[in-house]
């Protein structure tokens, strides 16, 4: 008799979470109006990086590099050029989810490219890579238009869901999106991701309003309306909340303690089974530390973590690091091993998306706590 597992279907990776925008659709005065020197020239920023390094400034030659890579990405001069470079770090067969960034109601000027025309151009790279390219629409609600152009991207163009940025100033449960938007993508059961970490692009706002629209919790009367929309909160509580339970900890006598850290927040709304169309993925966040590798394996031991986990790296954000797109997600494969990491690059994006049922979710596990 033999006891050897039947051979798997090869692994058809769905990246949830990348991007294509470039520099024509970034404000001009973003992140600062002394940037754009540096956004016409990004050589200048590694030789800037070469004097603090001989001057002994190594934190801050480190940053420059990374602002260099970023901003020579950016610098691409369509979404297509983008996307060559993403898809050469990936198996033959691999499927991303594009998100466009709306950031036109920043209060850093208009981008050179306004966001139907960028949508446009996601479009058509949808049809220049069938089957790769899975696109999602983007708004800001707080703009004429904003409904209308997302029904366009959908009935026009067959886009497949939403991408949020409630830290550029907005609710998640904005009067537009819960009366003209949400309904539209409930009714078809589509998908939406919304940046959840106190990390990334910051409106003209507080830092602490920014982080209580950006709270996982701020997600909740959304997600209790409507039942149908299958809500991604991008980053599993981002880079700062994952190094704070890492290397400060949690003070499990202190529940408030717990409810403000964003990865500890996620969790418990995950693990309580109370917004079954709630998902989280892992870009970026998981892609900065060995450190954090061990604990996303553990928190994924609990059945409902594990069913609504999604792989994600947030390609080209992920170019201001040292190591290459494939090395980082290689790192992440063989640090959950071969069954976790299906589950998360496969089985659910295919649920999350609506491809399959989810009866075809997660096999149950012995749940652990940490």
Known sequence: ????????????????????????????RYPHPLAWPFKRAPALLRGLAGLARLIGQ??????????????????????????????AQYPVGTRFVVLPMQMAGMGAGAPRVALPE?????????????????PFATCDPRLPGAAAEVRRCLETHGFRGLKLYPRLGYAPDHPVLMRDIYPMLNEAGLAVVSHCSRGGVR???????????SHPMA???????????????????????????????????????????????????????????????????LFQSDDFLPFLRLFLGHPRVRAR????????????????????????????GEDLFRQIAQTNPETWLGEVSATRGATPVQAEGC
């Open 1 to 28: 008799m033999s006891f050897h597992r039947p051979p798997q279907a090869a692994l058809r990776i769905t990246n949830c979470h990348v991007h294509t925008f470039t520099g024509a659709h970034v404000p001009p």
């Open 58 to 87: 190594e934190d801050l030659a480190a940053a420059l590099k990374r602002l260099h890579r970023f901003q020579a990405e950016v610098g691409a001069e369509a979404q297509a050029d983008i996307f060559a470079r993403l898809v």
């Open 118 to 134: 960028q949508h446009d151009e996601l479009a058509e790279l949808v049809r220049a890579h069938p089957g790769l390219v899975i």
């Open 203 to 213: 409106g003209r706002i507080s830092r602490a309003r920014a982080d209580a629209v």
């Open 219 to 285: 997600f909740a009367p959304v997600l209790r309306a409507f039942p149908r929309l299958q809500v991604n909160l991008a980053h599993f509580g981002g880079q700062a909340d994952w190094e704070a339970y890492v290397t400060d900890g949690i003070d499990p006598y202190r529940p408030v303690q717990a409810q403000d850290n964003f990865l500890m927040a996620l969790r418990m709304m995950l693990e309580s089974g109370e917004y079954p169309n709630l998902w989280a993925d892992v870009s970026y966040t």
């Open 309 to 336: 986990t999604l792989f994600g790296s947030d390609f080209y954000m992920t170019r201001q690091e040292a190591l290459s797109e494939r090395a980082m997600a290689v790192r992440l494969r063989a640090g959950l």
